[in-house]
């Protein structure tokens, strides 16, 4: 069964707002990643948080991570129309002794000039 | 120079037909993966070796063969495609361990986008 769940699906905002999509995971993680793909292309890792951190900032990168709750949250400030592509978390995860990376869906996310 | 490169980029092809496609990575990791994406954007892991050894098979069909020659080189075989198997497929690596937690990101290809007719 899938593991992550991004929300919003979708989310559209003003260049300068600030953008936040949310994931839940239902099993335990060794870390939590972010990923972003834009149209057409490949995934970029953005940010990791462990299992052990609870918030982690990198530029204009926020993430949350609240293992009580299986939840992580992602937050861009004063976005930028180049930051319009899809969004992913990905939960790192240990089943039979073997290490993988289980996505969500993804958030799409659309910013506006 | 692109650390995760797979080729082709665009595969039209039959129903029917075998096709491969094929991934290498140039940064020395132990661990590649292969991720479908279908057209709801879900990606699913398919595959994952660690040193040339199959890690990973998540209940893909038989159809679906990959090869590692080394442990840089992850090659993709379908045989008899079917329209389902239409879809965007990724490559990736990582330095993870299949017991260790590293701790680390995955590094993706650019994806072949199959479109089986």
């Known amino acids: 069964s899938q593991q992550g769940e991004e929300d919003p699906q979708a989310l559209s905002i003003q260049e300068g707002e600030n953008a936040t999509m949310n994931c839940s995971y239902k099993?335990?993680?060794?870390?939590l990643q972010w990923y972003r793909q834009n149209s057409g292309r490949g995934l970029v890792h953005l940010i990791l948080i462990r299992s052990n951190e609870r918030e982690k900032h990198s530029g204009r990168l926020r993430v949350t991570l609240d293992t009580s709750k299986k939840s992580s949250s992602l937050l861009i400030t004063a976005s930028r129309a180049a930051d319009t592509a899809s969004y992913f978390c990905?939960?790192?995860?240990?089943?039979?002794?073997?290490?993988?990376?289980?996505f969500g869906k993804g958030t799409k996310l659309t910013v506006n000039p | 120079d692109t650390a995760v490169s797979q080729t082709p980029k665009y595969l039209v092809t039959q129903m029917g037909n075998d096709k491969s496609i094929k991934c290498e990575q140039n940064?020395?990791?132990?661990?590649m993966y292969w991720y479908k994406q279908d057209s709801k954007k879900f990606l699913k892991i398919m595959f994952s070796y660690n040193n040339k050894e199959l890690i990973i098979n998540e209940t893909v069909p038989n159809r679906f063969s990959p090869k590692s020659p080394d442990k840089a080189h992850l090659n993709l075989h379908i045989n008899s495609l079917e329209l389902g198997d239409s879809a965007v497929y990724f490559c990736?690596?990582?330095?993870?361990?299949?017991?260790?937690?590293?701790?680390?990101?995955?590094?993706f290809g650019q994806g072949t986008r199959l479109t089986v007719v």
């Open positions: 990905a939960t790192d995860v240990t089943q039979g002794g073997s290490e993988k990376l289980v």
């Open positions: 099993t335990s993680i060794n870390n």
């Open positions: 990736a690596s990582s330095p993870a361990g299949p017991i260790t937690t590293m701790n680390t990101e995955a590094f």
């Open positions: 940064l020395g990791h132990d661990t």
